[in-house]
């Protein structure tokens, strides 16, 4: 491998590789003492998704960088405020969730940084959601009068059982959230809490709305430093920017232009991570398949050849790999794939898919951990893709678990 003491714009497809784990924090030793809450300001957004299997999605993005961190320490450090030390100021919050990659927990610090979209969800002609007349004037009022709460506590989410059938109260909280009048601080079994974000984000952030040349300048600067190198797609689809904005500010986000051994596209690094080689403990762990490491399939195909799709929302009869087959990290690369169900105490793997001989001791290895993390005392292998890794995958499983 070549050497990155000094800053190149030639990078060799291992380098590239290595410095993307890096950023994303599976390279070199983990920054415990920062916790949950540096994972999320290193990576400046965890993405949210309903599916919960072993976990909560954004409960296995820092376990996957961490290890066993407590699943309630993971919300409090996402959700609980503190206090900044000044006698008479309220409690501050870490996060917010809004629209970012999809909908992400956000360090609370970017709130001005997403001006520009809540500018443009005002400025959208239309909804797809109707509105009644003063529905929306209500839910601030009593918001302001009532202090945080859920969809629910406003009056109820839905009209009827009918999951799309929004109620005018959940259109109306939905849409101030949009528009940035209301901002969700918290998830109380898994519901939206809601409060004013005049209320809820500090002053100093709240009243700095940045022009959109300085948002996108952000932001682009943001994913660049999260994903350590990526080509113009990539950066666009880590907060989910257009092509186009990202052109207009990438020459002045701070990136530096890089070629990359076998990508065929321009691509941009964040210069920090040229200054040194990255180097160190490589973390083994299942992923998420939300983890920012694996967002984009093409960017996970061109690194690690690894194809990578969530198939929880494809008919079961056209699944390849399972419901939600989490991919197995080891030694820098994607090596199988694990779909896993609960089942009391037993961690149940339904369906294993493996790279060969080599990575069975590094999916035994990750699923044992994931199954003491959850409070499993066992783990039972349903199927195997290779029949021939039944018998060693078991044999592993059997060590790890003496």
Known sequence: MTSLSRPSTELSADEARRIALRAQGFLGA????????????????????????????????????????????????????????????????????????????????????????????????????????????????QLRAEGPLTATDLGGAKKTSEWWDWSGTKVAVERALMYGEVVCTERRSWKRVYDLAERAVPGPLLHDELDDAECLRRLVRLAGQSLGVGTRADIADYHRLKGEQVDAVIDDSGLVPVTVEGWGKPAWADPAALETAPRGRHRTTLLSP????????????????????????????????????????????????????????TLVARQVTLDGLKAVPAVAQALVEAASWVDCTDVRVERVDAPELRAPLAAELARALA
Request: charged letters at 25%; one cysteine or more; a positive charge.
């Open 290 to 345: 939300f983890d920012s490491l694996v967002w984009e399939r093409a960017r996970t195909e061109r690194i690690f050849g690894f194809t990578h799709r969530l198939e929880a929302y494809v008919p079961k009869p056209k699944r390849v790999y399972g419901y939600f087959a989490m991919p197995v990290l080891a030694g820098g690369h994607l090596v199988g794939r694990v779909d896993p169900a609960r089942e009391g105490r």
């Open 30 to 141: 983990p920054d415990r003492r920062s916790g949950v809450r540096g994972v999320l300001r290193h990576l400046g957004a965890v993405q949210l998704d309903t599916i919960s299997v072993l976990a909560r999605s954004h409960e296995l993005i820092p376990y996957a960088r961490l290890g066993a961190v407590g699943r309630k320490t993971v919300d409090s450090a996402y959700w609980t405020p503190s206090h900044d030390g000044t006698t008479g100021t309220p409690p501050h919050p870490h996060a917010f969730e809004y629209w970012s990659h999809a909908a992400c927990i956000l360090p609370i610090e970017e709130w001005p940084h997403f001006a520009f979209r809540r500018r443009a969800y005002r400025a959208r002609p239309h909804w797809n959601h109707a509105l009644p007349d003063g529905v929306y004037d209500q839910v601030i009022k």
